[in-house]
């Protein structure tokens, strides 16, 4: 079973950077589809991006693109984000999450972190 613990998120300002990580520590860690989500307040959590086990397939929401780059190291069961031009809009809680299969939906992950909250403010 896989325990996400996400970390790294704090206050910034506009246009700068953070960098999350997730340890996703557990059995089978690097056959899973590792993802992130984001839920800001009063709104439904959202698909950020997610990544295969090998790293050579990757996806992002529209809005993060160009901005986010997800990686994972295997070895260390870690999945980061990292987080550049940061926006207002960004401001949410992060969550890692895992699942066997390759989508962007919510209820097909089967493990999820507790969040780390990024916020993006001057």
């Known amino acids: 079973q896989v325990q996400p613990v996400e970390s790294g998120g704090g206050l910034v300002q506009p246009g700068e950077s953070l960098t999350l990580s997730c340890d996703a520590s557990g059995r089978t860690t690097a056959s899973y589809i590792l993802a992130w989500f984001r839920q800001a307040p009063g709104k439904e959590r959202e698909f950020v991006a997610h990544?295969?086990?090998?790293?050579?397939?990757?996806r992002y929401q529209d809005s993060v693109k160009g901005r986010f780059t997800i990686s994972r190291d295997n070895a260390k069961s870690t999945l980061y984000l990292q987080m550049n031009s940061l926006e207002p809009e960004d401001t949410a809680l992060y969550y890692c999450?895992?699942?066997?299969?390759?989508?962007?939906?919510?209820?097909?992950?089967?493990?999820w972190g507790q969040g780390t909250q990024v916020t993006v403010s001057s």
């Open positions: 990544i295969n086990w090998s790293g050579s397939y990757t």
């Open positions: 999450a895992a699942s066997r299969f390759v989508t962007t939906e919510t209820g097909r992950y089967d493990f």
